[in-house]
């Protein structure tokens, strides 16, 4: 009887291209599987075998160049018996090969490596407002896994050395037959690593890796802000099996000010100042981060007056204009005052009489608002 087409089993064309083939090995895989025809499962298997067959052949270089010569004869003797001798196993393998693809698995045949990068790390680092802006050098102390120093991360003991798993035979999973299913699972021997460890390293217990504190220093930038992040390549916790250790990302938080206030690039701060002051103008003294500066402070100044002083803020860390310091002044309402203060204010307070909007223009203002507001509503 003569053995059907490759390329009709598959239902492509003969100068299909790998990706074509592969889909549609895929989708008759899917359609045959003697799971979802139950009505006529040995016809299925059959022909899921066949599929099977033919993907073997087609996929491979070698293999289709020579059935596209010679045809079957060109590949009877590759194929190990045919689909005849596949059984149940044949299912798991092409399962293996079409989900592995999809699912990031494999089919089996491959070795899984155990090396593992550890984990990244985060240190929160507080620091003083003046620290953040001038930058710093801090010191910190890290609680990280680290490579075992006695074993150097193998887990064996000193002048041993791990040896391949025998339940596994080193590729980390196995599989479990359950009828036409072949179920790839971790290996529950070596839990994946595809080694043992016949004599573990007595100081980290066959694990490689220990607990230990890390003393590190950290260099702070100026300019820095909450939230900005600084990053230490290599020192989060060291890979399993000897792999690439984790890095270590140190998170800023900027303390509360008890004078400044931060926005950006620039500070701000509350400056109280005395009636007087506010009304004749004067110099005092504000603070900034690099000492005191002298603020002019004109006559008839209001409350809220915001004043700028130039190349007094923080230099931003990603570069960029010094900021500015913003200074708010607040007229500080005297209190605690001698009968003789008090007679003074009273004194000051009937000399303005009568020259209301002259003297106080925003009041004048406000007020004839709400006359003209509540003559609104009383209609």
Not at 107 to 122: E, K, N, T
Not at 178 to 202: E, L, N
Request: aromatic share 6%.
């Amino acid at each position: 009887m003569a053995k059907e087409d490759f390329y009709k089993i598959l239902g492509v064309e003969r100068n299909a291209s790998e990706a074509e083939i592969k889909k549609s090995y895929r989708k008759m895989a899917m359609k045959f599987h003697p799971d979802r025809n139950k009505d006529k499962p040995e016809g299925a298997e059959i022909q899921f075998k066949l599929v099977k067959e033919a993907y073997e052949i087609l996929s491979d270089a070698q293999k289709r160049s020579a059935y596209d010569q010679f045809g079957h004869a060109g590949v009877d003797g590759s194929r190990g018996g045919g689909f005849g001798g596949g059984g149940a196993e044949g299912f798991g393998d092409i399962f293996g090969d079409v989900f592995g693809d999809i699912f990031g698995g494999g089919g089996g045949g491959r070795q899984r490596s155990s090396v593992q990068r550890g984990a990244d790390l985060r240190y929160n680092l507080e620091l003083t407002l003046e620290e953040a802006v001038a930058g710093t050098e801090a010191k910190i102390r890290v609680p990280v896994l680290a490579t075992c120093s006695e074993c150097s991360g193998t887990g064996a003991k000193k002048g041993s050395s791990p040896v391949t798993c025998t339940t596994c035979q080193g590729h980390g999973q196995v599989r479990m037959q359950q009828g036409f299913f072949s179920v790839q699972q971790t290996c529950p021997t070596c839990q994946g690593a595809g080694q043992q460890i016949k004599d573990p390293c007595r100081k980290c217990h066959g694990q490689g890796r220990i607990q230990e504190n890390k003393t590190l220093s950290v260099k702070v930038p100026e300019g820095v802000d909450t939230g900005d992040r600084i990053r230490l390549g290599g020192e989060g916790e060291a890979g399993a099996q000897g792999g690439p250790s984790g890095d270590l990302y140190v998170q800023i938080q900027v303390k509360d000010h008890p004078i400044f206030t931060r926005d950006g690039a620039n500070l701000y701060c509350e400056v109280p100042i005395s009636i007087p002051v506010a009304c004749l103008g004067g110099e005092l003294e504000v603070p900034t981060l690099t000492g005191k500066v002298k603020l002019k402070i004109p006559a008839e100044t209001q409350t809220g007056k915001l004043f700028r002083l130039r190349g007094k803020g923080v230099k931003p860390v990603r570069g960029g204009a010094v900021g500015d310091l913003m200074c708010r002044v607040q007229i500080e309402t005297p209190v605690k005052l001698t009968k003789e203060q008090t007679a003074l204010l009273e004194q000051f307070r009937d000399s303005l009489t009568g020259g209301g909007k002259k003297h106080s223009p925003q009041e004048h203002t406000w007020i004839g608002g709400v006359k003209s507001f509540i003559d609104k509503l009383t209609g």
